[in-house]
C-alpha cells in the first residue's frame, strides 16, 4: 500500500508517496538520499540513526515515515556542513569524540536534543537517582546519551565534547 506524506526536512518542504513500510531510516537514505543518518542495527538498539523529530530524539529505524505527516525533521545535515561544522560537531574534532565515525551523526543528533531536554527540565533516570548531581555532570550525560552505542568506545572523549559545548 502507498500513502502520500507531507513532511518537512532540514527546513525543505517534501511530499512523497511511500510504502506504508517505509521506516524514517529509510525514507530519509533511499528516497531524500539524506546518508549523514547511518543504519547500525535497524531494531532500535544502537542510536545510529537517531533523528530530531518535533524537538525530540527518535531511533527512525524504529517509526514509519507515514506517521510523521505535518513533522519537521532534523538530521546531521540540517545540523552542520563540511564547511560549516556544527559547535558540538566542532567540539567532537577537538576531543577525538569518534573513531570510525560511523556513530557520530547519531551521536550528535542525540546530544543536541539532550541538551535541549536538559534546558527544558525533562527528568532523566540519572536525574531522579543522583538529586545532588549538576544537571550537565558526566553521569547525567552519560545516562542521557546512553541510547547511542559507539562500538570503538569513545566514550570519554564524547562526554568531553558535550562538556564543552554545553559550557
Ligand atoms: Fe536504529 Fe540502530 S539503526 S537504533
Known amino acids: 500500500v502507498t500513502a502520500r506524506v507531507a513532511l518537512r526536512v532540514n527546513g525543505q518542504r517534501y511530499e512523497l508517496d511511500l510504502d506504508t513500510r517505509t521506516t524514517l531510516l529509510d525514507m530519509l537514505r533511499e528516497h531524500l538520499r539524506l546518508t549523514g543518518t547511518k543504519k547500525g542495527c535497524d531494531q532500535g538498539q544502537c542510536g545510529a540513526c537517531t533523528v530530531?523529530?518535533?524537538?525530540?530524539?527518535i531511533n527512525s529505524c524504529l517509526s514509519l515515515a507515514v506517521m510523521?505527516?505535518?513533522?519537521d525533521v532534523t538530521t546531521?545535515?540540517?545540523?552542520g556542513t563540511p564547511e560549516k561544522?556544527?559547535?558540538l560537531q566542532a567540539a567532537f574534532v577537538k576531543h577525538d569524540g569518534y573513531q570510525c565515525g560511523y556513530c557520530t551523526p547519531g551521536q550528535i543528533c542525540s546530544a543536541v536534543a539532550a541538551l535541549d531536554e536538559i534546558r527544558r527540565g525533562v527528568p532523566s533516570h540519572?536525574?531522579?537517582?543522583?538529586?545532588?548531581?549538576?544537571?550537565?555532570?558526566?553521569?547525567?550525560l552519560r545516562e542521557?546519551?546512553?541510547?547511542n552505542i559507539c562500538?570503538?568506545?569513545a566514550y570519554s572523549n564524547i562526554i568531553e565534547a558535550i562538556t564543552e559545548y554545553a559550557g
Open 85 to 87: 561544522l556544527h559547535p
Open 52 to 57: 530530531i523529530v518535533d524537538g525530540r530524539r
Open 151 to 153: 562500538r570503538c568506545g
Open 76 to 79: 546531521i545535515e540540517g545540523l
Open 68 to 71: 510523521h505527516e505535518g513533522a
Open 144 to 147: 542521557r546519551m546512553s541510547g
Open 126 to 140: 540519572a536525574s531522579a537517582d543522583l538529586d545532588a548531581q549538576p544537571l550537565l555532570s558526566p553521569a547525567e
